[in-house]
């Protein structure tokens, strides 16, 4: 007879090495995503846990900006949106409107990540801040920046960035 202790240990190990399959393969290659409603590209985050290659709708005009990611009730995985500013300044973002939880990188003019605010409320009216002048931030599914381990000072390789 096996103990509830044994039981246990052996469901968790299954349950890490399930998301780490999970993992693996959601990030061997991004899927297009069907409700995608601007221009599609790729975008690549390196880390120092590896490189993970991304599809993004690009929002580069004020009218894109302006509605985002609100009323998008799914999102894949490997799916985010890139916001072109234009400019680098500070910016003020929020989640109005936006029933999916995300993680918004705030990315510097070189590429690199400058503030990561994860895990955002749901249909916030809350102001999320960027902390610095930035030009581009960059909103992934919640969970995402934390499961590839994505923190400030890492590169987001894109054509914006060269």
Do not use: C
Not at 41 to 55: C, K, M, R, Y
Not at 110 to 127: E, M, Y
């Amino acid at each position: 007879m096996i103990s509830q202790p044994a039981i246990k240990a052996i469901l968790s190990l299954f349950q890490a090495l399930l998301f780490l399959l999970i993992t693996t393969v959601s990030f061997a290659q991004p899927e297009p995503d069907t409700d995608a409603v601007f221009p599609v590209e790729s975008l690549e985050i390196v880390t120092s846990n590896g490189s993970f290659q991304f599809s993004v709708e690009i929002a580069d005009e004020s009218e894109e900006r302006s509605r985002g990611l609100m009323f998008r009730e799914t999102m894949l995985p490997t799916h985010g949106m890139l916001f072109d500013f234009g400019e680098t300044a500070p910016i003020m973002m929020w989640m109005k409107n936006t029933p999916l939880s995300l993680d918004m990188l705030f990315i510097k003019e070189d590429g690199t990540i400058a503030r990561i605010a994860n895990n955002t409320k749901p249909f916030s009216t809350a102001i999320i801040s960027s902390g610095e002048p930035v030009s581009h931030v960059l909103e992934l599914n919640a969970g995402i920046a934390k499961q590839i381990g994505a923190k400030p000072g890492d590169r987001i390789m894109h054509a914006f960035f060269e």
